[in-house]
């Protein structure tokens, strides 16, 4: 069965410590991995896709990193304005452009 | 470039009421899909379109609910009756097949439906 989880549920950092999100995978045939943002009362914004393992991406503070089982999304030095729910998606072969989302990590940056 | 629309952006209706979301993807795009999310279940699929044909409705909980998508920059997704157990936040997203597809999904800000 296809799956996807993330880990933790809810992470709280302190303003600069850095650290990382986990989505893991079981599935055949991984086309490619997206990562999101979600803010409250917004959609899912559009971060990073992964194509194969081995691939990293990068965009200010954040660093997306994937092997064959598992993404990290690294978070440097984070700010408060960093605080959102970050999801992760997968696209396999066998249902073209269909997602499976994993269920989200809250992450919450204090100053 | 303008993003996904979505509206109305808050509905609160009561139980058996009729109630229809509207959505306008970005331009260009040939993949339109509705999703649900909630606390308990998180963001599901509930149908996708491409060239406005439904291409999978696996994910509608019930009869109760359809969509339509009448030409390539519009959408409706429809509840009728509506159920107390319909109140979520409903996404419409959409994407380019192009470059075979496997490109990144683009959301609307939500529905956010409340059924009395």
């Known amino acids: 069965e296809d799956q996807v989880t993330q880990s933790p549920e809810a992470l709280r950092l302190q303003e600069g410590e850095s650290s990382s999100l986990n989505c893991s995978y079981t599935?055949?045939?991984?086309?490619?991995l997206f990562w999101y943002r979600q803010d409250p009362g917004k959609g899912p914004e559009f971060l990073f896709t992964l194509y194969s393992a081995g691939e990293e991406k990068e965009k200010e503070r954040l660093k997306a990193t994937l092997t064959k089982k598992e993404s990290f999304l690294h978070i440097t030095a984070p700010k408060p304005e960093d605080s959102a729910t970050y999801l992760c998606?997968?696209?396999?072969?066998?249902?073209?452009?269909?997602?499976?989302f994993g269920s989200g990590t809250k992450l919450n940056v204090k100053p | 470039d303008a993003g996904v629309i979505q509206s109305p952006r808050h509905e609160v209706t009561e139980m058996g009421q009729e109630v229809t979301l509207r959505c306008k993807p970005i331009s260009g795009h040939d993949y339109l899909f509705w999703y649900r999310q909630t606390m308990m279940r998180g963001l599901e699929l509930l149908i996708y379109f491409n060239n406005n044909v439904p291409i999978d409705d696996s994910g509608m909980p019930e009869d109760r609910f359809s969509a339509k998508m009448p030409n390539a920059s519009f959408s409706t997704l429809k509840i009728q009756p509506s159920e107390p157990r319909d109140s979520a936040v409903y996404f419409c997203?959409?994407?380019?097949?192009?470059?075979?597809?496997?490109?990144?999904?683009?959301f609307g800000d939500g529905t956010r439906l409340s059924i009395l």
């Open positions: 998606a997968v696209h396999i072969s066998r249902h073209f452009n269909k997602f499976y």
């Open positions: 599935v055949s045939g991984l086309r490619g």
């Open positions: 997203a959409s994407s380019s097949g192009r470059q075979g597809g496997n490109q990144p999904q683009h």
